[in-house]
């Protein structure tokens, strides 16, 4: 990769027909940077999730709205910046999918995921009041045992 | 995704193939699990050996296949578990939640 | 669609490794926005030479110069602007590829096949003196003959 | 891309497949028609017909090699165009420059 950082952005409405179109992108810069077929696997998870995340729960499945995502190439790592224009939410306040009483929910388990298998995730409100997940996966895979 | 049915000793082997997802995936399943309960069919083996994706959805979708098929009365058991399903479901501490088998002959077993 | 335009953004460094990238995201809008086979070979032809000359001749291969790959989707057509950091040229003094003293030559078709694919092509100097060619396909192509 | 070689009456012909794109592709093509020529091999078939992308790099690059055999005395034709690759040489008005052909028996007369 080059010695600056390259960014690949996509503003699309809130459908899910985008998936695909998103899912092809992230494959290919995580390619391209030479994540192992695991880590690539996991990645695209993620921003699955999270973009399902934006158009549904941001958006409202409201074609209008756009979900941006936003792919910061490095050299060591990549950062995906999800944005969508809801209203946000707390992320402290989400129920806790392994709690005993949650373990047979039909949902709940996007962001958990997101968390365990991205390196760094945030949650910020944006000054709309839409939501802004930001998410870090490193290159070389820190040890975290 | 892609589902084909068997029926050994009146278990019914359901065959994934594909992904697991919101929308297409979750849906087929869905149909599938509900129309075997609907026949009276109970004792259910989901053989997951090819199926290469499934997210958050997908894995909620199995959860409600198992516990719409025990509240009648029935059994669903999972079947060749891929590396990657294995952890999403490890990490949500429902491995230990379904029934999980790596042999068709033992899944066959006990329903 | 959705009833608003899509943007898809790649900014890049100027490396000719990213071309497999800028394809793959490319067929990936066409084929979302269900151009026909033949219309969306063309369309990567088009992304691809674009890229290259705003790599090549524009930024000098130089890595830490920018490639700006702006696609707008629209409902009935796709555009797409190509932007580079270099110092422009002007469109009207390249050679005729078609001249008889250039037919043998082993360059300078490029333009020209871009021209002759898309259905308008535009090329603009920005304020940083950077060429910026911006070209359009139609979903339903126009009836010329 | 890939080129295979094969030999019939003094004529090389190369089957390519594959890209002929700036890069990889262009320099490949490059390569082997120097080395042809070297030897002294200077009937040349180019068997287009698996090539399934071209980009103005390649087409250049066919222009030289038919260039470079011509001025070194030999003979360079085309076999098998697939249909978008005669429509970039068509209007760049290379159709009529090159000897094209669609019968392999055809393009080893006359050389
Ligand atoms: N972008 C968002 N905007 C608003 N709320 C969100 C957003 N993302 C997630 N949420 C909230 O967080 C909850 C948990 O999300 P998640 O863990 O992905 O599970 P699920 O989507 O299955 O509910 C959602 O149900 C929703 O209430
Ligand atoms: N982005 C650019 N910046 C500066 N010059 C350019 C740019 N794009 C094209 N040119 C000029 O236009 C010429 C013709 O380009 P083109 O038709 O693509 O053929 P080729 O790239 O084979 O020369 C180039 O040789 C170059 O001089």
């Known amino acids: 990769m080059g010695a600056t950082s390259n960014t690949i952005e996509l503003v699309l409405g809130s459908n899910l027909d985008y998936l ?11 390619g391209l940077m030479g994540f192992d077929q695991e880590a690539a696997y996991w990645v695209n998870m993620s921003v699955r999730e999270s973009s399902i995340n934006a158009m549904r729960h941001g958006n409202g499945l409201d074609p209008e709205k756009k979900v941006a995502i936003l792919f910061l190439v490095g050299t060591d790592e990549l950062l995906i910046r999800i ?6 939410f707390d992320p ?6 392994l709690a005993p009483e949650n373990l047979l929910k039909p949902s709940g388990r996007g962001i958990f995921y997101i968390r ?19 998410m870090i996966k490193r290159l070389v895979p820190k040890q975290t045992n | 995704m892609e589902i084909k049915k068997r029926t050994v ?10 992904k697991i997802t919101l929308g297409e995936g979750t849906a087929a399943l869905r149909n599938e699990v509900r129309n075997l309960l609907k026949e009276g ?4 083996i989901l053989n997951l050996g090819e199926v290469n994706y499934v997210d958050s959805s997908g894995i909620g979708e199995l959860v409600s296949a198992f516990t719409t098929t025990s509240n009648q009365g029935g059994k669903l058991k999972l079947l060749n578990l891929t590396k990657k399903l294995q952890e999403l479901l ?3 501490k429902l491995l230990t939640v379904f ?11 006990d329903f």
């Not at chain 2, 000793?9 to 594909?18: P, R, T």
């Not at chain 2, 069919?41 to 259910?44: G, T």
């Open chain 1, 92 to 97: 402290q306040s989400i129920p806790d999918p």
């Open chain 1, 116 to 134: 365990s298998f991205m390196d760094q995730v945030d949650f910020q409100q944006t000054d709309n009041g839409g939501m802004q997940v930001q």
């Open chain 2, 99 to 109: 029934e999980v088998h790596e042999d068709e002959q033992e899944a066959l077993k």
């Open chain 1, 20 to 30: 695909g179109l998103v899912e092809t992108v992230t494959d290919s810069i995580t």
């Open chain 2, 41 to 44: 069919c109970k004792k259910i």
């Open chain 2, 9 to 18: 000793n009146e278990v019914v082997i359901l065959d994934m193939s594909g």
């Open chain 2, 90 to 92: 490890s990490i949500t």
């Open chain 1, 83 to 88: 944005t969508d224009q809801g209203r946000g």
